[in-house]
């Protein structure tokens, strides 16, 4: 009795997450469940545990419109698939991060497969299929030397359809039960170009947002006509560096007050994450043309430091992941 108890419990949890109450909803639901109680399935196989599902349900649109009455008359438009926002850690499959690092090169990444939802034996309950998904969101999440929290990454699937089974059934098979690594957010290593690196201290997430690429020609499928290509805006590096950084000051001043800011003086670095104990390379971003445009002071109590520290921001023109 207690056992089918858990089983209904369960269960009830699933709908709620996959239900189209809308995505803060099932954020709050998700991760409030216990870690490993989704798994990641691409082409039929199993390629990781997921630490937070969001989203993935179709909806349909409200359209509003002024009539004779006080009040707005409402109808049903047109309808859809949510995004689906996974979160993870640096456990999946090495074939994810590769699809990962091509979609950030331009590439069509399209990937077919399910969210797989299971009880605390690994039984699984649920699944949401998602067909022809593009990665058009990825986050590397913010660093600080200082923190013990842990560390994930984040994407976001765009799917062309999605369909939920609340009636699945059979167990989750990752090789190896893929343990799942200790990944915190104060292993990293940074470096750019001529710039005192060794002093930094923090490093603001990265938002990647990928274009939905129709198909490898950018053609347009419906109209046959030829489209431009579309580009990514990749977002700035915002570090927290220590003072003095009379490094950082130099190419500032060079940079931005006296407008030797051609291509020639653009820097090049990398952003490695690492392993707990700082001695595996899990992750590394290339990263290309970057160029100071700000640095201000912080206040020395900010976030509890007694230190002088500077703030550092650089464009960055592309990067690239790199999966050892």
């Known amino acids: 009795m207690r056992n089918g108890l858990k089983a209904l419990l369960t269960c009830a949890v699933m709908a709620i997450v996959w239900s189209a109450t809308g995505v803060i909803a099932a954020a709050q639901v998700t991760r409030s469940y216990s870690t490993g109680s989704f798994a990641l399935e691409i082409d039929g196989a199993q390629l990781g545990l997921v630490n937070a599902v969001e989203g993935g349900l179709p909806f349909g649109g409200v359209v509003k419109f002024a009539g004779d009455d006080f009040f707005f008359k409402k109808h049903l438009g047109n309808s859809g698939f949510r995004d689906i926002r996974l979160e993870f850690g640096p456990d999946m499959d090495k074939s994810f991060y590769n699809w990962i ?138 570090v927290t560096i220590g003072a003095p950084a009379e490094s950082v000051y130099d190419w500032f001043e060079k940079f931005v007050i006296e407008g030797n800011n051609g291509d020639a003086q653009e820097r090049g670095g990398t952003l490695e994450y690492l392993s707990s104990d700082l001695a595996t390379t899990l992750f590394t971003l290339k990263l ?23 703030l550092a921001a650089m464009y960055c023109e592309s990067m690239e992941l790199i999966v050892p």
């Open 288 to 310: 290309r043309n970057l160029g100071i445009f700000e640095l201000m002071p912080v206040a020395a109590n900010a976030g509890g430091s007694s230190l002088p520290r500077l």
């Open 101 to 238: 690092a091509l979609a950030l090169q331009g590439e069509r990444v399209s990937l077919s497969g399910a969210i797989l939802g299971a009880d605390f034996n690994g039984n699984v309950l649920t699944r949401l299929e998602f067909q022809r998904a593009q990665i058009t969101e990825v986050t590397f999440p913010a660093l600080d030397a200082a923190s013990k929290d842990t560390a994930r990454l984040s994407i976001v699937l765009s799917p062309e359809r999605t369909a939920l089974n609340r009636k699945a059934s059979g167990k989750l098979s990752l090789k190896g039960g893929r343990s799942q690594k200790l990944w915190l957010t104060s292993s990293f290593r940074f470096s750019v170009d001529g710039f005192d690196s060794n002093k930094v201290a923090k490093i603001e997430a990265l938002t990647i947002k990928l274009p939905w690429r129709v198909s490898d020609d950018a053609a347009c499928l419906q109209c046959g006509d030829l489209q431009p290509t579309p580009k990514v805006d990749f977002p700035h590096v915002v």
